[in-house]
């Protein structure tokens, strides 16, 4: 490492030092969240969208997802005691008063069977199809949270490029000994790629997290269904 960036990297970090430290170095300085986002920058923008839009999948998803709310097992003994009675039409309206995932699949294969028919093999067509759909309409507004997780860090980065390219044009301009003169060029750049991390990496986790969760759901719905397609099928061949 030659002299010249050794000087230039001293003088960035004793400017982004010089943001924080009091002048008399002793303590601290507190920095309010107006003061961050203002140092910050431009980027400081579409990070605080991702950050709401974060904020609001979380709390959709956790709404929504909740497995009392897609299985609705307590209709379970009433579409039981439907289908072995072969009450195919009774079962469906009971299914289209009690919208979930769990009985717009159901729906779906119900609708395939006619009175003196039931052929096994369209029926559960029907359910593959519906369980497909559902699961990319459900899946689609945990996905934005990967989304988020994904594009925040790149936004910090491109607002730390931001910084240290107004930082470079400040030495070049004569703020070479002036390092207070860099101090919120420096800022910039740490800020957003602290802000991008910190919006990112819950994301990612909580993404994690409603996936295998939905997944388990669908999983559990599968059995379900197939447990009251055997229901059906047994009262049909009494």
């Known amino acids: 490492m030659n002299k010249k960036m050794a000087g230039v990297i001293f003088f960035v970090f004793a400017g982004a030092v010089s943001v924080w430290a009091q002048e008399s170095g002793v303590g601290v300085k507190t920095v309010t969240f107006a003061e961050m986002w203002r140092v910050g920058g431009w980027c400081m923008w579409p990070l605080g969208f991702c950050s709401v839009s974060a904020l609001y999948l979380v709390i959709?998803?956790?709404l929504m997802l909740r497995a009392k709310n897609l299985l609705r097992a307590d209709l379970k003994p009433e579409i039981e005691a439907l289908l072995a009675r072969r009450d195919i039409k009774g079962a469906r309206e009971l299914c289209q008063n009690n919208l979930c995932l769990m009985t717009s699949v159901l729906d779906a294969g119900l609708e395939r069977i006619s009175e003196n028919d039931f052929d096994s093999a369209h029926v559960m067509q029907a359910i593959e199809e519906a369980g497909n759909e559902q699961l990319?309409?459900?899946?689609?507004?945990?996905?934005y949270l990967?989304?988020?997780?994904?594009a925040a860090p790149m936004l910090g980065l491109l607002g730390t490029v931001s910084g240290i390219i107004k930082a470079f044009a400040n030495i070049s301009a004569g703020a070479m000994g002036k390092p207070e003169l860099l101090a919120g060029n420096i800022g910039e750049a740490l800020i957003a790629t602290g802000t991008g991390?910190?919006?990112a990496i819950p994301s990612m986790m909580i993404y994690s997290i409603f996936k295998n969760n939905f997944i388990k759901s669908m999983s559990t719905m599968g059995r379900m269904i197939g447990h009251f397609m055997n229901v059906y099928r047994n009262s049909v061949s009494r």
């Open 60 to 62: 959709r998803n956790f």
């Open 136 to 143: 990319v309409t459900f899946m689609r507004p945990i996905n």
């Open 146 to 150: 990967s989304v988020i997780g994904t």
């Open 197 to 199: 991390l910190v919006i």
